[in-house]
T-cell receptor, first 114, second 110 residues
Framework: DGGITQSPKYLFRKEGQNVTLSCEQN?????MYWYRQDPGQGLRLIYY???????QKGDIAEGYSVSREKKESFPLTVTSAQKNPTAFYLC?????????????FGDGTRLSIL | GQNIDQPTEMTATEGAIVQINCTYQ??????LFWYQQHAGEAPTFLSY??LDGLEEKGRFSSFLSRSKGYSYLLLKELQMKDSASYLC???????????WGAGTKLIIKP
């Protein structure tokens, strides 16, 4: 079945450590997105990519980095510069070219500080 | 600025009907999406509106008025499994990215 796979489901970060969240999709979608979800707030866009080897900053990119070397993969690194990383991280993908196409989400990664 | 407002929480009874409202103020508009999100899970797509009017999909319907910056999601014949958060999102036509409301937590009581 086609879908989006995020791993790990739970992740713990130590002070000063970088951690990488995996996102893989087999939907053949061009566009991929990373969101952060905090209690009581809407999803906030961290980074997005509309094509391989290209990506753009979202509203809260500071302290995060991404790469898009393959169409299927869009990993997110939470760097030590992100001082408040505890959140639920969601990866999404979308078929480009049709305005009615929704974003499809993975099951999320919950990141906590040790 | 960009703003999307939804009620924080609503309570309804199993078998009843509930309407979840969403008002938006955005610099551009290229469609409105509704998603359902159960606690700790991924959001799943429910509906899309880009023209004024009502879109019906089984027990769920969604309405849009672009002139009023207003949408609602109507859920009929409520079931316990409908207990979830409902997220409203508007696509901004300046960059085609989604602007998300904080979501409405719907509690269904027997």
């Amino acid at each position: 079945d086609g879908g989006i796979t995020q791993s790990p489901k739970y992740l713990f970060r130590k002070e000063g450590q970088n951690v990488t969240l995996s996102c893989e999709q087999n939907l053949n979608h061009d566009a991929m997105y990373w969101y952060r979800q905090d209690p009581g707030q809407g999803l906030r866009l961290i980074y997005y990519s509309q094509i391989v080897n290209d990506f753009q900053k979202g509203d809260i990119a500071e302290g995060y980095s991404v790469s898009r070397e393959k169409k299927e993969s869009f990993p997110l690194t939470v760097t030590s510069a992100q001082k408040n990383p505890t959140a639920f991280y969601l990866c999404a993908s979308r078929k480009q070219g049709y305005s009615n196409q929704p974003q499809h989400f993975g099951d999320g990664t919950r990141l906590s500080i040790l | 600025g960009q703003n999307i407002d939804q009620p924080t929480e609503m309570t309804a009874t199993e078998g009843a009907i509930v309407q979840i409202n969403c008002t938006y103020q955005t610099s551009g508009f290229n469609g409105l999406f509704w998603y359902q999100q159960h606690a700790g899970e991924a959001p799943t797509f429910l509906s899309y509106n880009v023209l004024d009017g009502l879109e019906e999909k089984g027990r769920f319907s969604s309405f849009l008025s672009r002139s009023k910056g207003y949408s609602y999601l109507l859920l009929k014949e409520l079931q316990m499994k409908d207990s979830a958060s409902y997220l409203c999102a508007v696509r901004d036509d300046s960059n085609y990215q989604l602007i998300w409301g904080a979501g409405t937590k719907l509690i269904i009581k027997p």
